[in-house]
């Protein structure tokens, strides 16, 4: 069986809610992504009872489970936040060292918030978030490893970067300045 990535389904899936808003059936193109496929060709062929609740409940659960952190370790004592911590240690994922202003980014859509010369700081990142890449000093994240999606870009730019912080997006406000030092794996607070 031929498995399809959720990549080549989006354009169809588009067609598809562009179609169901012009009968009726959805209020926008993007609530296409909150139906089963069979409720698509159901809605296609007139059948729409409940369909705005299911989209709607649907639609909410989406925007509680992105807001909610995972435990940062399982089975073993998680690190706390703190005020007044000068520092957080996580690994060092690409070496080098930057000092600038941290820029706290939670979504991708506030990308454009990243002013050149900043350090991103983020939960972590995925293929969609390299174009931020080029403006950053260095990257914090909170998860990953080595092998993540951010260490693997971080050390092609040849930025400076530490992951698996676990709590950097806690302690760190926009704006803070900080020292990052990837080959330590620190990032310091820095204050005059």
């Not at 990549?7 to 193109?29: D, E, T, Y």
């Not at 909170?142 to 993540?148: E, F, I, T, V």
Request: glycine share 10%; hydrophobic share 40%; with cysteine.
């Amino acid at each position: 069986m031929m498995s399809l990535s959720r990549a080549s389904l989006r354009a169809p899936c588009l067609a598809a809610g562009r179609k169901l808003v012009a009968i009726g059936a959805i209020k926008q193109v993007d609530d296409v992504f909150f139906l089963t496929f069979s409720e698509i060709e159901a809605a296609g062929r007139g059948e729409r009872e409940d369909l705005d609740a299911r989209i709607q409940a649907r639609r909410a659960d989406y925007e509680l489970w992105r807001e909610l952190l995972p435990p940062h370790t399982i089975g073993g004592q998680s690190p706390e936040a703190s005020d007044d911590v000068s520092e957080l240690k996580g690994v060092g994922a690409s070496r080098g060292s930057a000092r600038g202003r941290a820029r706290v980014i939670l979504h991708l859509t506030d990308g454009d918030r990243l002013q050149p010369g900043e350090i991103l700081v983020t939960r972590s990142t995925t293929s969609a978030w390299t174009p931020l890449f080029l403006n950053a000093a260095a990257i914090v994240t909170d998860s990953g490893g080595m092998l993540s999606h951010c260490a693997v870009v971080a050390r092609e730019y040849q930025l400076p970067a530490v992951v698996g912080t676990y709590i950097a997006t806690r302690l760190i406000a926009d704006g803070d300045d900080l020292e990052v030092d990837g080959s330590t794996g620190i990032v310091k607070f820095v204050r005059d």
